[in-house]
């Protein structure tokens, strides 16, 4: 996370996908907002350069649900994970949590 961006509460971060995204959010959380709002492509230019753990997490969920399963294990190997292995949702969720406050 940046230093400018602020973790949101996980009900924060919920009930802004009604609306518009707030700039605060960090790269990672970004992209995750966009995925959850079905923009893929905005989603993967969040974290696309991102050299962090958090990013290269999201990097490789995003891979992951793209259906690239070799991009996605090669980005949750950067991140020094092992793929995950359940379900799309519970990893966004997973994810986002970690992610919030």
């Known amino acids: ?11 924060d971060f919920l009930l802004s996908l009604t609306g518009e995204r707030p ?3 960090s790269p990672p959380l970004s992209a995750l907002w966009f995925d959850a709002k079905n923009d893929w ?22 891979h992951r649900k793209e259906g690239d399963l070799t991009n996605a294990a090669y ?3 950067c991140a020094g994970l092992r793929p995950y292995q359940g379900a799309l ?9 970690s992610l919030c406050n």
């Not at 940046?2 to 009900?11: K, M, N």
Request: charged residues 25%; aromatic residues 12%.
């Open 89 to 97: 949702a519970d990893e966004w969720l997973e994810i986002v949590k």
């Open 75 to 77: 980005w949750y190997r």
């Open 1 to 11: 996370m940046t230093d400018s961006a602020e973790a949101p509460s996980l009900e």
């Open 23 to 25: 700039s605060r959010f």
């Open 41 to 62: 492509q905005a989603a993967h230019l969040c974290v696309d350069e991102g050299s962090d753990f958090a990013s290269m997490r999201t990097h490789a969920y995003l």
